[in-house]
């Protein structure tokens, strides 16, 4: 039987023994990379922040993201060889569910052929799957990606967020979220339907328990009532219904959106909360998705009598859409001045210029906002993007 033939019949065998599921990541990686007949096998995962890709096992050291040979893997989701004098090869791959970073494989071999090459891409491709399904009930990949303790209130948000990127071939979204360990009330979602994607961003008044549980309330509310057919009108006045029955003295800022796959159409509705911006051909289109606002979610009875209106425009192919907290452009830059909307759309439109992914461009433009913060962010600083790909008919 040939090498191929073998590592494939051990790999069968593996994914068939009804132990595998039992065993810890790290011994799974180790088992499977025997049966693939790879050398050694490591899983590096993205800390919390995005800075640092820490090892699933004490014998191997952090990562930098911005510096590093699995760095670079990281960001640009492509494969690096690395080639050592003493001999022998390490191969970065991406681990990445859907669209989703998870990580870097590094997979260590003697040499690399075709064969080998695509074994290790198996040996990843299997690993992010694994990764996924535990995580969420694995307090070990938790305390991994962790460098700080979390507040309460980030703790409870967390829970509810959604991965960091989602997409498929024709639509991409992607979100960061800080200051990663005390979020007061800020928070995300995004998910994808049969031909929608589905968007939007909170912010709650305040920054404490009660903040978080106003934004938790509210973004349950939005799913629940999307997954029960709700339009976007008819989805905003759920949300106004249950925090006016079971939060009546806490409202939130929301833009929600819904985006047709096929035609492009971008249907959103403003709840007291900064105007998204489109970007086209790498420039800000001035005013494109400003409206007048609703009142925040919770306050409609209170301030005008008029239903949620929803705000339809036509994307056009490659069109990025960038929906925001006010935390972002009320930063400090090193000045002491406020960034401003106009350095973040700048700074934004220098990113995005270079051609890099979505998520790896939010992933540098926030830490270019936390990195010239001479103290903490005043305010939750969220920002969601998400960039529309029609296939070419």
Not at 203 to 226: E, F, I, K, P
């Amino acid at each position: 039987m040939a090498a191929a033939d073998r590592a494939d019949s051990a790999l069968e065998f593996f994914l068939a023994d009804p132990g595998t599921a039992a065993l810890d990541l790290t011994t799974a990686v180790a088992r499977c990379s025997e049966a693939l007949g790879l050398q050694k096998s490591v899983v590096y995962l993205a800390d919390i922040q995005q800075r640092q890709l820490v090892p699933l096992t004490d014998v191997a050291q952090d990562l930098p993201i911005d510096d590093s040979l699995a760095g670079w893997t990281y960001r640009t989701q492509s494969l690096r060889v690395e080639e050592y004098e003493t001999g022998g090869l390490t191969a970065w791959l991406p681990l990445v569910d859907g669209a989703e970073r998870l990580g870097v494989l590094a997979v260590h071999v003697t040499s690399l052929d075709a064969s080998s090459l695509r074994r290790a891409r198996a040996l990843a491709g299997l690993l992010a799957m694994m990764i996924t399904s535990r995580r969420t009930y694995k307090d070990s990949f938790v305390r991994r990606t962790r460098t700080g303790r979390m507040s309460l209130s980030s703790e409870m948000l967390r829970a509810f967020l959604p991965p960091r990127t989602i997409g498929t071939e024709h639509v991409v979204s992607t979100a960061v979220l800080e200051p990663a360990y005390d979020i007061g009330g800020d928070a995300f979602d995004h998910s994808l339907g049969e031909s929608v994607l589905h968007t939007s961003i909170f912010d709650a008044m305040g920054h404490d328990l009660a903040s978080g549980m106003t934004t938790a309330v509210s973004l349950a509310a939005c799913r629940n009532a999307r997954r029960t057919g709700a339009d976007l009108q008819e989805l905003m006045e759920c949300v106004d219904d249950v925090l006016g029955r079971w939060l009546p003295d806490q409202f939130c800022t929301a833009v929600l959106a819904q985006l047709d796959l096929v035609g492009g159409l971008l249907r959103w509705g403003n709840c007291g909360h900064p105007a998204p911006l489109l970007i086209r051909d790498e420039r800000i289109v001035p005013g494109a998705l400003e409206r007048e606002a609703d009142p925040p979610l919770g306050l409609p009875s209170l301030l005008v009598s008029r239903p949620r209106r929803v705000h339809e425009i036509a994307l056009e192919p490659g069109d990025r859409v960038l929906m925001y907290t006010d935390g972002i452009t009320e930063a400090r830059t090193k000045d002491g001045g406020l960034l401003g909307l106009e350095r973040f759309a700048d700074s934004l439109i220098r990113a995005t210029a270079s051609g890099e992914l979505a998520p790896e461009t939010l992933r540098r433009l926030i830490h270019s906002v936390l990195d010239t913060q001479s103290a903490r962010l005043r305010d939750d600083a969220t920002i969601l993007m998400f960039e529309w790909r029609p296939a070419r008919r």
